[in-house]
């Protein structure tokens, strides 16, 4: 094995020598430099597509259940739908509640959205929530002014909301201050710190932006009920943390509650925030698939260019590699020096493909919208593949290099 | 004996036939000497320089140098043999293009011997100085005549202070002035103590032989 000093000189001895063939030695770069940008577009549209995910269920929460109400999915012929009750309703949300016991807290609520509310002078287009009061501590909603809701305002009826961060800004709402909603006045008892809105993109819920809501208590909340005074539009379960693990678990049992009581029509949907980590994954790792295969056989016909390039220098360079052997080569160092020159060739076409990889990554950021991200371990994956690829598609040209007679190849003229 | 070479035979395979090179041949040599390889054309002078300096392996016979058998040299050993204890002269200056003058003439320094740049460079001007090529240190070879080439080959050969200098027809490619240069070098280092064996067909080089070698494809090569 060739010390590493000795690799140093090779090295240099061959990147000279590639620097001899400018036209040859970038055209076969340019094969590598195609399969790296492919692998660093991949890697960097893969790596934002997981952040996306991520941020979604951590935005949702790993440890929640969702329901949502939904058009029915399926309706047994004979069964009236219209007579059944076909939302949710408080009733449901009580028999989930006393199958949860203490493993969660269960929240609900009904909502309204492009509601007109109206302060003093002010006024504002929102979406209005009335929800239990366990609903703002499942969704971890905290006060950055005044309170949150109570139980007791539900139960008592009191006629108060509570703002999101943005609303009250906009409102110019203090504690305490009157405001009107449909034709009722409620009474603002606490602003809420800033949340941002629910990722709900590609769930199937329907979004929901925190700092732009009014919430009140479910009963007295300023919604339109048609009748159905016991409609609930949504619930959200959040287990104890130490309980997350049953996450499945208690999506399926809140399944089949609710579908006890509905003669099994699905007129709701469940999401399982957690499910979307798997999904996300399966979806990235077929998108892996398909643009691993693409760098990968990029790289294969960039590496078979190079190892076509390498045999023909080392076929121009036979009296070279005669000369080296007479003065002293051994068969490792020839070996040693092929192989730096073709990953040297590899990696140039690696440098330039990472450069452009990086560019064809924020190119799709910006006009494809999609979201990219950039590790550090993916972006040296770009070179290190080429170098790799150099060295595996290098063997064959410099074991050729080496097994030359010394004495045959110094008469070649 | 500094090198010495027992019946030695060559045949290559060329298309089914058996192509005789060198036909069985005896040598020895010593230190001191300067020995003219001589005989007609295709008689095997450059086989024959070959398969002593271990570039090629005979397929008959023995090399041995200091009595030691090449042929139970591994490759590594036999190329730091060369490395250490051969230099070589070819008929064609060979020299790498993209290195220069002095860069060249170290080239054997990569594989072995000398180490350390100051070391090395010093040696390198004092061989170019030797061979009257100081101010050509940072040239590059298509910037030289084939007589200063064949002085740079001839540097190079001497960088890690051989024992045998190999030198194929090494006046082939020169004018009379610069054939008698080199011939002059070589002479010099055969009386400085080393061991030089030269093919040639030139009868000026052979003047300067301390003894001929007269290789015949039909006979066993007898010492004249
Ligand atoms: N690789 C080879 N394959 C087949 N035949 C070869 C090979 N190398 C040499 N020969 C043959 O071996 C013979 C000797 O060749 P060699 O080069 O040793 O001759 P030479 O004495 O040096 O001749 P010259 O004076 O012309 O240089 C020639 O007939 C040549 O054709
Ligand atoms: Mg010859």
Redesign the interface.
């Known amino acids: 094995m060739p010390k590493p000093f000795?690799i140093l000189?090779?090295s240099r001895?061959a990147w000279?020598?590639l620097?001899?063939r400018p036209v040859r030695s970038s055209l076969s770069a340019l094969g590598i430099a195609i399969g790296v940008v492919a692998l660093i577009a991949m890697l960097s549209i893969g790596e934002g597509a997981k952040q996306v995910a991520l941020q979604r269920i951590s935005s949702l929460g790993i440890d929640t259940v969702r329901v949502e109400s939904a058009p029915p999915l399926n309706a047994y012929a004979g069964i009236d739908v219209a007579n059944l009750s076909l939302s949710l309703s408080v009733a449901d949300a009580e028999r989930i509640s006393a199958w949860l016991g203490t493993r969660g807290t269960l929240g609900y609520f009904v909502r309204n959205d492009e509601q007109l509310v109206a302060a003093a002078s002010r006024r504002a287009l929102v979406t209005v929530v009335g929800a239990s009061a366990d609903w703002l501590a499942a969704e971890a909603l905290e006060a950055a002014a005044g309170r949150l809701l109570l139980p007791s305002d539900d139960a008592r009826q009191r006629r108060v909301c509570v703002l999101g961060a943005r609303l009250a800004v906009t409102l110019a709402a203090s504690i305490a201050m009157p405001v009107r909603a449909g034709n009722q006045l409620c009474s603002v008892v606490g602003v809420l710190r800033p949340k941002g809105r629910l990722l709900t993109e590609g769930t199937g819920l329907s979004a929901l932006d925190f700092d732009n809501a009014l919430i009140a208590p479910f009963r007295t909340a300023p919604i339109p009920r048609r009748g159905a005074r016991d409609r609930v539009d949504g619930m959200l379960v959040r287990l104890r943390s130490d309980a997350s693990a049953q996450v499945p678990g208690v999506a399926e049992n809140l399944t089949v509650i609710l579908g006890d009581a509905r003669r099994d029509v699905t007129n709701y949907r469940v999401v399982v925030p957690y499910a979307l980590l798997n999904e996300a994954r399966d979806t990235q790792i077929l998108f892996q698939l398909v643009m691993g295969a693409i760098a990968g056989l990029s790289l294969l016909v960039g590496g078979i260019g190079v190892m076509n390039v390498m045999l023909s220098n080392v076929a121009e360079q036979t009296?070279?590699i005669?000369?080296?052997?007479?003065?002293?080569?051994?068969?490792?160092?020839i070996i040693s020096l092929y192989l730096c020159h073709a990953s040297l060739l590899c990696l140039a076409g690696g440098v330039v493909g990472l450069g452009l990889g990086v560019a064809a990554a924020l190119l799709v950021q910006v006009y494809a919208g999609w979201a990219v991200a950039f590790s550090a371990l993916g972006l040296s994956l770009g070179p290190l593949s080429a170098v790799i690829a150099g060295l595996v598609f290098g063997l064959h040209p410099a074991l050729r290099a080496a097994a030359l007679?010394?004495?045959?190849a110094?008469?070649e003229s | 004996m500094l090198l010495q070479g027992d019946n030695l035979r060559r045949e290559f395979t060329f298309a089914g036939k058996s192509i005789t090179a060198l036909a069985p041949t005896s040598v020895a040599v010593d230190a001191g000497e300067l020995l003219a390889l001589t005989g007609p054309s295709g008689s095997g002078k450059?086989?024959l320089l070959?398969l002593l300096?271990g570039?090629?392996r005979p397929t008959g016979g023995e090399v041995r140098f200091e009595d030691q058998p090449l042929s139970g040299f591994s490759?590594?050993r036999a190329?730091?043999l060369?490395?250490?204890a051969f230099g070589?002269i070819?008929q064609t200056p060979?020299l790498?293009?993209?290195?220069t003058v002095a860069e060249n003439v170290a080239?054997?320094c990569?594989?072995?011997?000398l180490h350390g740049n100051a070391a090395i460079s010093e040696r390198v001007s004092g061989l170019l100085e030797y061979v009257g090529l100081a101010s050509h240190a940072t040239h590059f070879p298509h910037m030289l005549s084939s007589g200063e080439l064949q002085r740079v080959v001839f540097a190079?050969a001497l960088i890690?202070r051989p024992r045998v200098l190999f030198a194929d027809e090494p006046t082939g490619s020169l004018d009379a002035d610069n054939a008698h240069r080199v011939l002059s070098l070589l002479r010099q280092e055969s009386v400085a103590g080393k061991c030089v064996i030269m093919a040639t067909h030139d009868a000026e080089a052979m003047r300067f032989a301390t003894r001929r070698l007269n290789l015949d494809k039909f006979a066993y090569a007898k010492t004249v």
């Open positions: 000795e000189l090779d001895d000279s020598s620097r001899r009296r070279e005669g000369l080296r052997m007479a003065v002293g080569a051994t068969r490792a160092r007679n010394p004495a045959l110094l008469r | 450059s086989t070959n300096s570039l090629d490759d590594a190329a730091a060369r490395n250490a070589f070819f060979h790498l293009p993209y290195k080239l054997p990569s594989y072995g011997g190079r890690n």
